[in-house]
């Protein structure tokens, strides 16, 4: 039996999805939002974490790195997301995450019970209709830094909150958000924050 911790925070789709997946006689599923994923990953113990990629704005960006670990078994655990070829930033978060999976959310439940079974077999899944979001994924300007700062000011932070968060000096923080405004082609900071929620960066 494949055990699958599904992750979404949208309540009727999941449990519509949830409800599919359990028809399959060698699939059983628990589900939850993204902020009782850990939680529940702990006690479910799953061989498959499906995450969506999108979770809600008030939990930030999904931490999916955590979900497999939080499993207690991060070597078998796999990690399957649901994307959009929109929204590459996401993409490229959940393949620095090491996810096994990936499943374009256009498509049917039928597809992701595949994907399920063939990652929990050791395999690749790759959407081909994601291939377009990947290589989008590739061009992302923003190094890991700039994206911390970016996350932070996203959240509301100010200025003196990132420099404390970051361990920076204030005037650092201001340089990484000029050099974020101009690689983002943005106006301003809030202009920066809207195009990089917009590809999934944040």
Known sequence: MIRVLLVHDTCLLRSVL???????PDLEVVHTAWPGAAARARTARPDVCVADLDCSDSYGIAPLADLCEQAGRPATCRLLVLASAERPGLLRRAAEAQASGYVDKASTPDQLIRAIREVTAGKRFVDETLGFGFLKAAEMPLTQRELS??????????????????????????????????????????????????????
Not at 18 to 24: K, P, Q, S, V, Y
Not at 155 to 182: D, P, Q, W
């Open 149 to 202: 700062v970016l996350s932070l000011a996203a959240r509301g932070a100010s200025i003196a909150e990132i420099a404390l968060s970051l361990h920076l000096s204030r005037g650092t923080v201001r340089n990484y958000m000029a050099a974020i405004t101009r690689k983002t082609g943005a106006r301003n900071r809030v202009d920066a924050i809207r195009i990089s929620q917009g590809e999934g960066w944040v």
């Open 18 to 24: 949830a409800e599919r997946i359990d028809r399959e």
